[in-house]
C-alpha cells in the first residue's frame, strides 16, 4: 500500500466534512461521504489508521493489538454489506467453534451457527428447553429492534433492564444463565450490570452473523476501508494532533493542529472521545452545560492488560482453545478473573514465519486507572501473572518465547485518547444504553458523533453500523437542505 498520509502542501483551506480520529467509525463515515462525492479530510494523531482495530511488527510477528475478530461479515450482515456497498473487497477465515467458554468443572465449544448452539444448550438443560427456543426467539427479535431508527416496543421493554434481568425472567438453571453470560467480557460490564439491549447486540451478533478473522491480521481491515477512501479522492492526514475546534454559538467552524494548521469545513463528525472533543478542544464555555454535565458523570467502560507472546515453531498449542477462561464458578462474575487467550497463527498461519507462534492474551482488571502509581511495574507484574496462568497449560512455555510485549490501560489510553483506556467507550450499563448513551447529534447543528462512545455501542459491527448511519444523516440533512 502507498503512503497513506496526504502531503501538507495537498491539504486544502476547505473541505465538505472533517472527521476527527480515523477509528473504524471515522473511517466508513467518511468512506461513504467520499463515495458520494464529498470532499472529506480525515485527521488521525496515529501514524496509522484503524484506532483500537490496528496491528503492529516485531521480529517477523504480527500482533493485533485490540481486536481479535470481527462479527458481521457474512454477506448479508452489517458489515459484509457496508463492504460490499463501498467495494472494498478482503478475505475472511470464519471461525468455527466461534468461542470457547471454560470454567474450572467444565468447558462448553460455542457453534458458528446459532441453531447448533441452541441445539447444543437443549440437549445439556434438557429441562429449559422450552425456555430457550422462547428466549433466542426474543433475543434475535431485540437485535433487531436495534437497527430500526425508531424506538419500538421491544427496545421500551428492555431499555431499563439488565441481561442478568432478562436471564432470570426466562430460566431458573443457574449453570444455563453462567454459560449464556460468559461472553460478557466482549462488552465489559458482568451480567448484573450491564444493559439487556446492550448484551444482545454483542452476543447476536457474533451467535447470528458469524465471528471473522481478516487475513492478514486486524490492520488489513483498516488499511482497505482506508485505501478506498483514498480511491474515492479523500485526504487522511495521520500523526496530526487537533488541538482545537473553533466554533461561533452553534456552529463549529474549523480545526487547529499541532503543526499550526487551521481547516476549516461545513460539516464535522467526532469519531473521537466526547471528552476530548469538548472538553479539551472546545472548552467550556463554548458548550451548552447541561450537555457538558451529562458527559461529565458518565462512566467509562473498562479497560484491559493485553500480552503479546512471539513463540518458536517446537511447541504444540493445541490444548489452548480459543476463548474465555474464568476463574472460578461464580455465577454473579463478581470479581471472577478472566483471560481472553487466543492462537492467531492457529487461523492464520502467514501472521508469523516459519511456522512459528503467537499466543495473545486479553485479561480483565480490577485495578482503578486513577489508583495504578507505577505503570512500568504494573505492566511487570501482569506480564508475570498471565505467563504463569499460561504455565496451568503450557509448563514448559517460558522456553519458547522468542518475543513477548504488552499493552496496558495507559497504552490504550496513549495511542488512542480513549479515557483511562477504555476498551468499549462508555460502560454499555442501563443508564448509559441506547435512549441514555450519547446521541449522534451535538448541541453544534453541524457536528455528529460515531464510535463507540455514541449508539450503537462498542464492538466492529457496531462502530461501523454508527459511521454509516451518521454519514446518511449527514447526506440526507443536505438533500432536505435543497
Not at 431499563?160 to 460490564?189: C, H, N, P, R
Amino acid at each position: 500500500m502507498r503512503n497513506l498520509s496526504i502531503d501538507k502542501s495537498e491539504i486544502k483551506p476547505k473541505y465538505d466534512v472533517i472527521v476527527l480520529g480515523a477509528g473504524i467509525a471515522g473511517l466508513i463515515c467518511g468512506t461513504f461521504l467520499a463515495k458520494s462525492g464529498k470532499k472529506v479530510l480525515i485527521i488521525e494523531q496515529h501514524n496509522i489508521p484503524g484506532g483500537y482495530c490496528t496491528s503492529f511488527k516485531r521480529k517477523g510477528f504480527i500482533f493485533d493489538a485490540a481486536v481479535h475478530h470481527i462479527g458481521g461479515c457474512g454477506k448479508w450482515s452489517v458489515v459484509g454489506r457496508c463492504l460490499k456497498e463501498l467495494d472494498i473487497k478482503m478475505d475472511f477465515v470464519q471461525l468455527d467453534p466461534m468461542d470457547s467458554i471454560n470454567f474450572p468443572s467444565f468447558s462448553v465449544d460455542i457453534p458458528a451457527e446459532i441453531d447448533k448452539y441452541v441445539d447444543l444448550l437443549k440437549k445439556r438443560y434438557p429441562h429449559e428447553s422450552e425456555k430457550l427456543s422462547s428466549f433466542f426467539k426474543e433475543f434475535i427479535g431485540l437485535y433487531r429492534a436495534t437497527f430500526s431508527a425508531e424506538r419500538n416496543k421491544m427496545l421500551v421493554k428492555y431499555q431499563y433492564l439488565t441481561y442478568k434481568d432478562m436471564l432470570d425472567s426466562f430460566f431458573t438453571d443457574e449453570q444455563l444463565k453462567m454459560v449464556l453470560s460468559a461472553q460478557w467480557g466482549y462488552i465489559g460490564s458482568p451480567p448484573h450490570e450491564v444493559s439487556a439491549i446492550g448484551m444482545c447486540q454483542m452476543l447476536v451478533n457474533y451467535l447470528k452473523d458469524g465471528a471473522y478473522f481478516p487475513v492478514g491480521g486486524t490492520q488489513n481491515f483498516a488499511d482497505a476501508i482506508t485505501q478506498k477512501f483514498i480511491d474515492y479522492d479523500g485526504h487522511i492526514m495521520l500523526s496530526s494532533k487537533i488541538t482545537g475546534l473553533r466554533t461561533d454559538g452553534n456552529i463549529t467552524k474549523g480545526v487547529k493542529t499541532e503543526k499550526g494548521e487551521e481547516i476549516s469545513a461545513d460539516v464535522f463528525v467526532s469519531n473521537i472521545d466526547p471528552r476530548q472533543t469538548f472538553f479539551c478542544l472546545m472548552g467550556k464555555n463554548a458548550v451548552d452545560e447541561t450537555y457538558l454535565h451529562k458527559i461529565d458523570t458518565m462512566k467509562e467502560s473498562v479497560s484491559f492488560f493485553l500480552l503479546y507472546l512471539g513463540l518458536d515453531n517446537k511447541i504444540d498449542l493445541k490444548c489452548l482453545k480459543r476463548g474465555f477462561y474464568h476463574t472460578s464458578s461464580n455465577i454473579s462474575f463478581s470479581n471472577n478473573g478472566w483471560f481472553y487467550i487466543s492462537v492467531p497463527t492457529d487461523i492464520d498461519s502467514s501472521l508469523a514465519m516459519d511456522k512459528k507462534q503467537i499466543i495473545s492474551v486479553v485479561v480483565s482488571l480490577n485495578d482503578s486507572y486513577d489508583d495504578i502509581e507505577d505503570w512500568v511495574a504494573f505492566k511487570d507484574k501482569m506480564k508475570r501473572y498471565t505467563i504463569n496462568y499460561i504455565e496451568n497449560f503450557i509448563p514448559d512455555i517460558q522456553d519458547h518465547i522468542e518475543v513477548i510485549d504488552a499493552a496496558t490501560p495507559k497504552t490504550l489510553h496513549r495511542y488512542t485518547n480513549n479515557s483511562k483506556g477504555a476498551a468499549y467507550g462508555w460502560a454499555v450499563t442501563v443508564d448509559q444504553t441506547w435512549p441514555h448513551r450519547l446521541q449522534h447529534t451535538t448541541p453544534f447543528k453541524n457536528l455528529f458523533l460515531a464510535g463507540h462512545w455514541t449508539n450503537p455501542g462498542p464492538g466492529i459491527c457496531a462502530v461501523v453500523s454508527s459511521g454509516w448511519r451518521v454519514a446518511n444523516m449527514i447526506l440526507n440533512n443536505q438533500e432536505d437542505k435543497k
